[in-house]
């Protein structure tokens, strides 16, 4: 049972809520989509490259249905992409 | 061997002109002779702050175009000697003044200072770019607030990539009673975001408000506690070793009636 002093303290002592805990958290994310904000320019270019790499081994859509994208998820950044496959050319 | 200090954040308002004043007129007590220029043309403000304002006769576009001689544009404190100020221009844009211009002002300054000391303008533009064309180092300054420190670890970014040395970190307006009942983040949570090395607390406090009215840097008050802050910033600048003291919030009598009762730890140290 708590006591009434502990009553008491909860409901007019100071707040419990630990904001600097949000305030760190949504600054880390924030710093590491800072980071990966890529210039558009810069973005393409990767695109262009990944593209040229899976083309040695897959024959894949070029322009339509290509998605490049940086995708805010809770706790992390990540590049998410969907390349549509025609079919698969080379094999190890 | 002379050398220029600039202090920056990125973010307005967070305190750089406050801690230019205070680094530059500490390190004129400690001995030093200083330059400390304000290179936030268009909104001068040092000068207020140093409380020089009255004896501005040239400013620093002028000296940069040739109208008057560095030595002529100098205003030499008379409260503690080898301080001097180089005022911003206050009817002028940024755009008068271009990166090899503060170069070449700074190194005819580092000529017969010990540090010039650059007290830079907010954003990441035209005037941060001038601001850090001659230093040879830079103190970042920030508090401890979500877009203060997110607006630091961008600034830090663009110093790095200017080729100058790691940069150190000032935290200002830091309040203990807020830190330790965990509404503000303490020094560790922000080291542990920005990762550069820590040169100096700085508490919010009511002194500095008072010191900007009179126009006397804080430092100059030997029982401030943010003076003290200040002085200690100045020695760790020098090179000179000076542990933290840990800022212990005055847990106040709600805290204390606690702790009597024993429902509180003993004492938070921040
Ligand atoms: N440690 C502090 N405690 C209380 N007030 C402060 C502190 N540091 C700065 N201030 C106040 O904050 C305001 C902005 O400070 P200033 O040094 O002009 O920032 P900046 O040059 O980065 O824009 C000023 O009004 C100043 O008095
Ligand atoms: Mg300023």
Redesign the pocket.
């Known amino acids: 049972m708590r006591s009434l002093f502990q009553r008491l303290s909860e409901a007019i002592g100071p707040s419990k809520s630990q904001s600097k805990d949000e305030a760190k958290q949504r600054l880390k994310l924030l710093l590491i989509h800072d980071q990966v904000d890529l210039p558009q320019a810069q973005l393409d270019r990767m695109k262009a490259e990944i593209l040229e790499v899976i083309a040695k081994y897959c024959e894949v859509e070029k322009d339509d249905g290509v998605e490049f994208k940086l995708n805010r998820e809770d706790g992390h950044v990540a590049l998410v992409s969907t390349i549509p496959v025609r079919r698969v050319t080379a094999r190890a | 061997m002379a050398e220029c200090i600039v202090v920056t954040?990125g973010?307005?308002?967070?305190?750089?002109?406050?801690?230019?004043a205070n680094l530059a007129a500490g390190l004129a007590l400690a001995g030093k002779k200083v330059a400390c220029v304000d290179a936030?043309i268009g909104l001068r403000?040092l000068d207020v702050?140093l409380g020089l304002e009255n004896r501005i006769v040239y400013d620093l576009v002028q000296v940069i175009e040739g109208e008057c001689r560095l030595k002529q544009a100098l205003i030499r404190d008379k409260r503690v000697e080898g301080l001097y100020l180089l005022p911003a221009a206050q009817t002028r844009d940024k755009a008068a003044v271009k990166p090899e211009d503060m170069k070449r002002l700074v190194n005819d300054l580092k000529e017969d200072h010990d540090f010039v000391i650059i007290?830079c303008p907010?954003g990441i533009e035209q005037g941060f770019k001038n601001s850090i064309a001659g230093a040879d180092r830079a103190v970042i300054?920030t508090t401890p607030e979500v877009s203060a420190i997110r607006d630091a670890d961008r600034i830090i970014g663009l110093v790095e990539a200017h080729d100058l040395p790691e940069p150190h970190l000032i935290i200002?307006?830091?309040r203990p009673h807020m830190v330790s009942r965990g509404d503000m983040m303490n020094k560790d949570d922000i080291l542990e975001i920005l990762a550069i090395p820590l040169i100096g607390m700085?508490?919010?406090?009511?002194?500095?408000?008072v010191s900007?009215n009179r126009g006397q840097p804080v430092v100059f008050e030997e029982r401030s506690v943010?003076g003290a802050a200040y002085r200690r910033i100045t020695d760790r600048v020098m090179g000179i070793d000076v542990p933290f003291p840990s800022f212990e919030a005055d847990p106040g009598l709600w805290a204390n009636l606690k702790r009597w009762m024993g429902l509180a730890p003993a004492r938070e140290a921040v």
């Open positions: 954040s973010k307005g308002g967070v305190g750089k002109t406050t801690t230019s936030d403000n702050i007290d907010a300054v200002n307006r830091y700085v508490p919010d406090h009511p002194d500095i408000i900007a943010v």
